[in-house]
């Protein structure tokens, strides 16, 4: 079962723009996280946000968490053509170790 | 420092025939994790280990049997494949259950 659901599914944008893009979940979390996946790799994890936090920075990565609505968002700024990849947030549950993951953004750009 | 090693990368099974896949980590890390990624979703947990000497089914465990071997080690065993389980896996691992994992690079695995 899916917890985590990115949107959009796709993205494609200019190099220099802002990326962002969306994570929904269903139920209560302890933290929810983001990584990035570059084609035929593993994945990496970019940044970690706990349920009690709104707000977290990382280089050129800002991740914002509503629990109120249960959505997270990725924002990528001044993007690069290194950035091409996609994009998973993951969420934990309560009393749970397992990380629940969405199907993912993949991001493409353009030079 | 080498962080999670997956061997082999690339596998081809016959039906019926059966693998271990095996993935190591020098983090010192507690848990370890295996996942199978299939096109058009997201990871899906097929075992975990939360510490040594502990493991436990994850989302889609059928098919499938894990080893905790020691802190370092963690394998996946298939004993009799099936087509149903082309897929990549991936082993990661972190320091706790509820921190960022470590993901090593991938097992591609094919089953005709």
């Known amino acids: 079962s899916q917890q985590g659901e990115e949107d959009p599914q796709a993205l494609s944008i200019q190099e220099g723009e802002n990326a962002t893009m969306n994570c929904s979940y269903k139920t209560s979390i302890n933290n929810l996280q983001w990584y990035r996946q570059n084609s035929g790799r593993g994945l990496v994890h970019l940044i970690l946000?706990?349920?009690n936090e709104r707000e977290k920075h990382s280089g050129r990565l800002r991740v914002t968490l509503d629990t109120s609505k249960k959505s997270s968002s990725l924002l990528i700024t001044a993007s690069r053509a290194a950035d091409t990849a996609s994009y998973f947030c993951a969420t934990d549950r309560d009393s749970n170790y397992q990380l629940i993951w969405g199907a993912g953004t993949k991001l493409i750009i353009k030079p | 420092n080498a962080g999670v090693t997956q061997t082999p990368k690339f596998q081809v099974l016959k039906t019926g025939q059966s693998m271990t896949l095996q993935c190591a980590q020098d983090?010192?890390?507690?848990?370890m994790y295996w996942y199978r990624q299939d096109p058009g979703m997201g990871l899906r947990l097929i075992y975990y280990s939360a510490s040594e000497g502990t493991t436990d089914k994850g989302e889609v465990p059928n098919g499938y049997n894990v080893s905790r071997l020691n802190k370092r080690e963690f394998s996946l065993r298939l004993e009799s494949a099936a087509p149903s389980q082309t897929s990549v896996y991936f082993c990661a691992s972190s320091e706790s259950t509820s921190g960022g994992y470590t993901f090593g690079s991938g097992t591609r695995l094919t089953v005709v």
């Open positions: 983090m010192n890390h507690n848990s």
């Open positions: 946000i706990r349920s």
